[in-house]
């Protein structure tokens, strides 16, 4: 979900950023209902550290956020659980928002309860190497982290090396998702990768690109180190499973605050890309702090599973999003 308080903020009036101190990357945002004492400069988007009046991607995102009031609803793929305190802002500008997440459980709840789950599919655009499961089935439950960046970020060679010497400096289980496009060259350097993946056989396993729903379902996972996309996030929220967060841009960086200091439910490396804290932070995850991280994953998780069940808040939502479209059909009809 885009950072949902910072459109509250944006919607006060013309186009501008909340005020921050200076330079100073840790200094609080204090002008972002919702989030005060909250979010510092660091996490938030790259439009608000930068001169976006010059960048055509910050000025096109802000002119939709403008016009938020103009529209009849919002549709988010978020539960109240989750995001309560940010929905009630929100409605204070959009009344209709429906709050209908997590999508993909609904789909989950509705094939189990009519005992058709081989009809989920993966909407994934890259070919899923299903290896990967036959992989995690000979591990041992909850020992791998699954470490993947998304469909869009790009990192430097440099940068895969130190996460690759993190891994096997931390001796935990990983799977390891890496895309044949992720090097920030934009070229495909298939010796490059064919040495990282013979580099890690004893610990680790290396695909293309997995069946991530499926991935963070598998018992033999036990956490996540995620460039924290907000469907990347909500997924693993949703299987009970605790997240390193690594964010570049948009809503990453705030959804990795959120997941650290108000859901607790994992570690945000934020700007960090060393081998030193890539292993602390990872046998923190899996080790000296994983029972504290999940009993705070798997509250949320049943709290997630909850609001999609009968009677629960995101079912409400839905239920009220159909009624209100077949409502709009009708008058048209007229």
């Known amino acids: 979900m885009f950072t949902s308080a910072l459109k509250s903020s944006q919607m006060r009036g013309p186009l501008s950023c909340p005020n921050t101190a200076g330079d100073d990357l840790d200094a609080l945002v204090r002008h972002i209902p919702t989030m005060e004492g909250l979010l510092r400069r660091r996490d938030l988007t790259h439009f608000c550290l930068t001169d976006y009046k010059t960048d055509p991607s910050s000025l096109a995102a802000l002119k939709e ?51 058709t789950p081989s009809l989920l599919s993966s909407n994934s655009l890259w070919e899923e190497d299903q290896s990967s499961i036959r992989w995690l089935d000979a591990q041992p439950v909850g020992s791998v982290i699954y470490v993947s960046f998304g469909s869009l970020i790009v ?5 895969i090396l ?26 495909t ?46 997924e693993s929220i949703v299987e009970g499973k605790p997240m390193i967060c690594w964010p570049h841009n948009v809503d990453q960086r705030v959804n990795s605050r959120l997941v650290n200091k108000l859901w607790k439910i994992g570690l945000d490396m ?65």
């Not at 978020?78 to 009630?88: A, K, M, V, Y």
């Not at 990192?155 to 940068?159: G, H, P, T, V």
């Not at 046998?283 to 029972?291: A, E, I, V």
């Open 155 to 159: 990192a430097s060679r440099e940068e």
């Open 189 to 234: 350097d298939y010796k490059f990768m064919k040495e990282l993946a013979e580099g890690c056989q004893k610990n680790g396993y290396i695909v293309s690109w997995a069946p991530q729903k499926k991935i963070l379902a598998h018992p033999a996972i036990g956490g996540f180190l995620t460039h924290s996309g907000w469907n990347s996030t909500i």
């Open 162 to 187: 130190e996460f690759w010497h993190g891994l096997l400096n931390s001796e935990v289980k990983y799977l390891w998702v890496l895309r044949p496009n992720i090097l920030r060259e934009g070229e």
């Open 270 to 334: 934020k700007g960090t890309c060393d081998r030193s804290t890539i292993e602390r932070m990872i046998k923190d995850l899996m080790g000296t702090k994983r029972d504290e991280f999940k009993k705070s994953t798997d509250n949320l998780s049943k709290l997630a599973k909850l609001s999609v069940g009968e009677g629960g808040s995101s079912t409400y939502d839905l239920e009220s999003l159909i009624k209100d479209i077949k409502g709009f059909t009708l008058l048209k009809r007229m």
């Open 65 to 115: 956020i403008e016009r938020i009031p103009q529209a009849y609803g919002l549709i988010l793929n978020t539960f109240e659980d989750l995001d309560g305190h940010f929905l009630s802002c929100i409605r204070s500008y959009s009344a209709k928002t429906y709050a209908i997440g997590p999508v993909h459980l609904h789909l989950k709840t509705r094939l189990a309860e009519k005992q």
